[in-house]
């Protein structure tokens, strides 16, 4: 009897010592090129000193007594009770139908021609006629739907916070302008800070490129949106290396104006500086080309973020270059904000850019994306997107769907919630990985 006691002691101690052998193996492996089968996070070295002491929070965050809470801001929201206002979401509302506009706006998406006549003649013209057929590869779940309708607003606002994503990134333009498919949306605004507001999420602007944008457009622009929404519950704003609480803004293909133009706004000797005034703010540019960082800096930017979801497609959105630029940012004093994507596809829209196709491979695309954001320790890690349905970049619900002339992706063999589930369980690591950098 002994004799056995004996045995069963030493295969339980040989049986835990090869678990451990093989959790130590594993914590070795680094993530590739290619993808990655380790859970999110895993293999990230601890923090090594000397990073900027930048703070992500909402400014009605207060942490528990005796908690150390540096960076990390959680608010209870979605299902399982937590959000984090360091993984932002981009959000378009630019969608609409018959029921709620008159007419069906995006879904109805023209196809756009190449710009080469003799390319362009190869493929097909026209746009699509929504509700079989829409200008997307996947279907949404609540159908080709209008960003006024107040039930699809609280149903997206649900969807983010169950994603954990705490701050949405609303795509915006002026009064009385839009994009080149759509119809003016910034009267949606405050329904959209008022839904968000309803789930603790936070609401960033995301300025576009419209005709006749400037550095003294954008001057207005950031003036009328800090003093018709600064105050806002939804707001976010940003906690600087200094202390500083401010508004943060995202500048889309910001490298269209030059940068001696943005020195003006955004230098504080420049000729209609923001800098030290009420509308003082973090500004975030968007990188494309190598050269842009550079552009970047002497705009007097804060930041650049990637936004494309193609990995490849641009200098910026290729993986392998963010370790670059986030010694670039961090030698300059600059955030970096990666955007990490479930996949692209837009030849719903664009039939002729198939090159830039990116497969989802059923999330491990993503999960790769999300894996390279984490490795460079950023700040904050930017999702592209919510429901960016002509790029097929969207985490939103996505349903099984056929027609007589189409067949669309889908999530399967997955639920349509796969995608916010990914999110939800790489916040949680981005967070928790977060707290080891710090210490």
Request: net charge negative; proline share 7%; charged share 20%.
């Amino acid at each position: 009897m002994a004799r056995l006691r004996k045995k069963a002691c030493i295969a339980l101690f040989l049986f835990t010592l090869f678990v451990f052998g093989t959790m130590m193996g594993l914590r070795t492996l680094k993530p590739s090129d290619g993808f990655s089968d380790l859970a999110p996070g895993l293999g990230l070295l601890p923090m090594i000193g000397g990073r900027m002491d930048r703070r992500s929070v909402s400014q009605d965050a207060v942490s528990s007594p005796g908690q150390v809470r540096a960076k990390v801001v959680l608010s209870n929201s979605g299902p399982e009770g937590t959000i984090f206002y360091d993984v932002h979401i981009f959000y378009s509302v630019w969608y609409g139908n018959p029921s709620m506009d008159g007419k069906y706006m995006h879904w109805d998406h023209v196809l756009v021609p190449h710009w080469d006549p003799k390319i362009a003649a190869s493929y097909p013209k026209g746009r699509h006629m929504p509700p079989e057929d829409i200008g997307s590869s996947f279907y949404p779940d609540l159908g080709p739907y209008s960003s006024r309708d107040p039930d699809v607003l609280e149903s997206h606002m649900e969807q983010i916070g169950a994603a954990a994503a705490g701050v949405l990134v609303l795509s915006w333009y002026p009064p009385g302008l839009a994009d080149d498919n759509g119809e003016p949306t910034e009267d949606l605004v405050p329904a959209v800070l008022d839904a968000a507001h309803r789930h603790n999420l936070k609401v960033a602007f995301h300025l576009q490129p419209y005709r006749g944008r400037s550095d003294h457009s954008v001057h207005d622009n950031i003036k009328y949106i800090i003093d018709r929404y600064g105050d806002h519950g939804a707001f976010y704003k940003f906690t600087s290396s200094t202390g500083n609480i401010l508004p943060l803004f995202y500048i889309y293909d910001s490298y269209l104006t030059p940068p001696e133009n943005w020195s003006d706004l955004l230098h504080p000797t420049g000729s209609h500086s923001l800098r030290g005034t009420p509308y003082d703010s973090v500004f975030i540019a968007l990188i494309v080309e190598e050269r842009h960082k550079h552009d970047i800096l002497a705009g007097g930017f804060d930041g650049m973020y990637t936004y494309f979801a193609s990995n490849g497609f641009s200098f910026g959105s290729s993986h392998q270059n963010w370790k670059a630029v986030k010694a670039f940012c961090d030698g300059n004093n600059l955030l970096f904000i990666p955007s990490a994507g479930p996949g692209y596809i837009d030849t719903a829209v664009r039939p002729w850019n198939n090159h830039n196709t990116r497969n989802r491979v059923n999330g491990r695309y993503y999960e790769t994306a999300l894996q390279a954001a984490l490795n460079v320790r950023p700040e904050i890690v930017t999702i592209t997107s919510f429901n960016e349905w002509h790029e097929g970049t969207q985490i939103e619900r996505s349903v099984p769907k056929k027609t007589v002339t189409r067949l669309y992706l889908d999530y399967q063999p997955h639920q349509p919630e796969h995608y916010l589930e990914l999110t939800r369980r790489w916040a949680e690591q981005f967070n928790k990985e977060k707290e080891t950098w710090l210490m």
